[in-house]
C-alpha cells in the first residue's frame, strides 16, 4: 500500500501537523523519519495514506503548517520525494 | 497541619496530579527518543500539556510553550538571552533572587531598579515610565511579589515596553494559576513560571513562554536533527537538551487542565477573599504590623506580617509547632524587603491556594490571638 511520510522540523511541530489533520478528519500517524530521509538526523514524520494527499496539503496551508519534505513510500524501503 | 505556604510550593494538588505522575513513572519513557509505544505515549503527554498550557495562557502556538525544571531555569534563560555585559536593565523593587543574582552575576550590567510604594500600582508605573526614558536594554518584572503578594501593572508595563520598543521579561512565579495571564495582549518577549505553584504540577516543572527566539542555556541531545552540532534553531527544541521530567510533565498537565476547568478568575476570587479575612482578622490583634493593600486589586493570596518584639523565624516555628506551615525570613527576595522597609525584620507569610477553607483561616486567626495575647 502505497503512503506518504511528511517529515517534520521537530517532534512538535510533528505532532501540530497531525493534530490539524486529524481535526479535518484525515487519519495521520506520527513515527520516527527512516534514517535515509531524515536529513540532519533523527526527525519525526507524519504518515497519511496515498489518497489523503491533496485534502491534506490544503489543511496544512490553511493552519500555516508548511511540510519540510514529503517522501511517497509502497513500505518496501523506497522512498522518492514528492515534489511541492 | 494546616498548609499556608502555596506560595513557595501548592501542597494540595488536584488527585489527578499525583496519580498522573506515578502512572508516567510506570508507563511513559521519553519523548522524541524512539518509535515504541512508552516513547509515543511520552511524546503525546508532553505535547498535551504544551496545548493546555498555551490554552491557558492565550500563547498562539504550543511550540512556544518550553519546559524547565522551575521558574528560575526561565528566567537564566531569558536574561541570558537578552542581557550582555554592559546592558543596561530596569527591574522592580520587588524581584526575586532569580532575576537579582543572574543580573547580578553578570558583569558590568547596570541594573536600575523602579522603586515604588508597596501596593501603589500608579505609582509603580510611574517608576517604570521614569526608567524606560532613556529606553533601557531590556526590562525584567515580577507580576506579583512573592514577599508580600503585591500585584505589579504588568498590562500597562508591558504596553509601556511596547510603545518604547524594549524586550520585556515577565516573572509570573506567583501569579501563572493564580491571575489572569494573557501572553498574546502583554505582547512579552519572554514569560517564565514554576510547575509546582499555582500550575499545581510537581516539584521540577516549570515553563518559559517564548515570544522571541531565544539562546540555549544547555545544550544536549534533542531527538532531533542529530548530525547538526549546533542546537536545533526551532522550539521547543532549542531550548530542550536532555531528557524531560515527563513525570513532572505528566502532573503538571492535570494541573493545568484542572485549571482551565475551574478558571483562573474564580481562583483569584478565592484566594483574595481567604486573604483578606485573615489580613483583617490579623490587623485586629495588638503588636502585629500587617501588610494589606487597601486596594483588594492590588494583592494576591500572599500576606506578610511582623509580631513586635518577636523574631520572624521563631514566630514561624512556634506557629509550625501549633500546626500551621507559614514561611518566614526574607523569602529570597531581599529587594523586595528593602523596598518595603522589612529588610531588618523579615516577616512572616502566609499563602493560600484554592483548596484552602473559610475554616482553616478561622483556625489560623485564632491560633494568632493565642500568641499575640502571650499564650
Known amino acids: 500500500m502505497l503512503y506518504y511520510l511528511i517529515i517534520c522540523r521537530s517532534l512538535t511541530y510533528a505532532q501540530r501537523t497531525a493534530a490539524a489533520l486529524e481535526r479535518a478528519g484525515i487519519t495521520a500517524r506520527i513515527l520516527r523519519s527512516p534514517k535515509s530521509i531524515a536529513g540532519e538526523g533523527c526527525s519525526h514524520s507524519v504518515k497519511i495514506s496515498q489518497r489523503s494527499l491533496p485534502d491534506a496539503l490544503l489543511v496544512l496551508q490553511r493552519a500555516e503548517l508548511s511540510p519540510k519534505r514529503i517522501f511517497i513510500t509502497a513500505g518496501d524501503g523506497s522512498y522518492q520525494e514528492v515534489e511541492l | ?375
Open chain 2, 1 to 375: 497541619m494546616i498548609y499556608l505556604d502555596s506560595a513557595a510550593t501548592t501542597l494540595q494538588k488536584p488527585s489527578a496530579v499525583a496519580l498522573a505522575s506515578a502512572r508516567a513513572i510506570r508507563q511513559l519513557a521519553s519523548p522524541g527518543r524512539g518509535g515504541h509505544r512508552p516513547a509515543m505515549a511520552a511524546s503525546e503527554t508532553a505535547f498535551a500539556c504544551r496545548e493546555e498550557a498555551a490554552r491557558l495562557f492565550h500563547v498562539p502556538s504550543p511550540e512556544q510553550v518550553v519546559f524547565t525544571f522551575n521558574a528560575t531555569h526561565g528566567l537564566n534563560i531569558a536574561i541570558k538571552t537578552l542581557v550582555r555585559p554592559g546592558s543596561r536593565v530596569v527591574i522592580s523593587g520587588y524581584e526575586h533572587n532569580a532575576v537579582t543574582r543572574p543580573l547580578h552575576a553578570m558583569e558590568g550590567v547596570e541594573v536600575r531598579v523602579a522603586v515604588s510604594p508597596l501596593f501603589d500600582q500608579r505609582a509603580a508605573l510611574e517608576a517604570f515610565r521614569r526608567e524606560l526614558a532613556d529606553r533601557p536594554d531590556a526590562v525584567i518584572c515580577t507580576h506579583v511579589s512573592n514577599v508580600f503578594g503585591f500585584v505589579l501593572p504588568i498590562e500597562n508595563i508591558a504596553a509601556l515596553c511596547r510603545e518604547r520598543g524594549v524586550p520585556l521579561i515577565v516573572d509570573a512565579s506567583q501569579s501563572a494559576g493564580c491571575l489572569p495571564l494573557d501572553f498574546q495582549t502583554l505582547g512579552a518577549d519572554f514569560i517564565a513560571m514554576p510547575g509546582h505553584k499555582g500550575l499545581y504540577g510537581p516539584q521540577g516543572t516549570g515553563l518559559l513562554l517564548c515570544g522571541r527566539e531565544p539562546a540555549p542555556l544547555l545544550e544536549g541531545g534533542t531527538g532531533s536533527e542529530s548530525l547538526n552540532q549546533d542546537m536545533p534553531a526551532f522550539l521547543p527544541d532549542r531550548l530542550e537538551a536532555g531528557t524531560h521530567n515527563i513525570a513532572g510533565i505528566a502532573g503538571l498537565l492535570e494541573g493545568l487542565r484542572y485549571l482551565n476547568r475551574r478558571g483562573v478568575d474564580g481562583i483569584a476570587a478565592h484566594e483574595r477573599r481567604l486573604i483578606r479575612q485573615m489580613g483583617v482578622g490579623l490587623s485586629a490583634l495588638p503588636g502585629l504590623r500587617v501588610f494589606l493593600s487597601r486596594e483588594e486589586s492590588a494583592q494576591t493570596g500572599v500576606l506578610s506580617f511582623v509580631m513586635e518584639n518577636k523574631d520572624c523565624e521563631v514566630l514561624g516555628e512556634t506557629l509550625g509547632d501549633r500546626g500551621f506551615a507559614l514561611r518566614a525570613g526574607l523569602h529570597c527576595a531581599p529587594l523586595a524587603h528593602k523596598t518595603a522597609g522589612t529588610l531588618d525584620t523579615g516577616t512572616v507569610r502566609a499563602s493560600v491556594s484554592c483548596f484552602n477553607t473559610d475554616q482553616e483561616i478561622f483556625q489560623f486567626l485564632r491560633a494568632m490571638r493565642g500568641l499575640a495575647s502571650g499564650q
